[in-house]
Every structure is written in structure tokens, then in C-alpha cells.
């Protein structure tokens, strides 16, 4: 398993674990213990999530400037210097 495939893996089991306690609290909201681990996993998530698209890029797209998707922007992969 490569770096990337670990942190993803990670990232993915922190979340899981965040999402799981989240729905256990719909019927114990006032479980103060999974509230706490519950944020707990889901800061670590964030942690690794910004490492990870540091490091990569991003895992989702997103715009910008609010009103401009700028992956549009960017060479096709029909346009690429390559290929000429």
C-alpha cells in the first residue's frame, strides 16, 4: 500500500467512525463521552484530509472564486502540448 492509499485509508476510517457515533447520538444525545469522541475523529479527519490534499491535491472540486469553476480553465487533455 503506497502513502497515499494509507492516508486515504485513514481518512476514510476516521470519518466512518465520526458518521457511526453521530448516528448512535439520534438516539443518546446527551452521551457526553461520544460527543467528545465524536468530535475527536472528526478533527483528526480534517487533519488528515488537509495533509493528504496538501500533499496530493484536492478530493473534491470546488470553486474558487464563489462564481467561476476553474478547472475549466485549465488545458483539455486533448490540448496538451503532447500530444502536438
Not at 63 to 81: C, F, L, R
Amino acid at each position: 500500500m503506497t502513502k497515499r492509499e494509507a492516508m486515504l485509508k485513514k481518512l476514510s476510517t476516521y470519518q466512518f467512525a465520526a458518521l457511526d457515533l453521530q448516528l448512535f447520538l439520534d438516539t443518546h444525545p446527551n452521551d457526553e463521552n461520544t460527543i467528545e469522541k465524536m468530535n475527536m475523529f472528526k478533527k483528526q479527519a480534517a487533519q488528515i484530509k488537509a495533509d493528504y490534499e496538501k500533499q496530493y491535491g484536492p478530493l473534491q472540486k470546488t470553486v474558487a472564486d464563489g462564481n467561476n469553476w476553474t478547472w475549466i480553465n485549465a488545458p483539455w487533455p486533448w490540448e496538451s502540448e503532447d500530444d502536438c
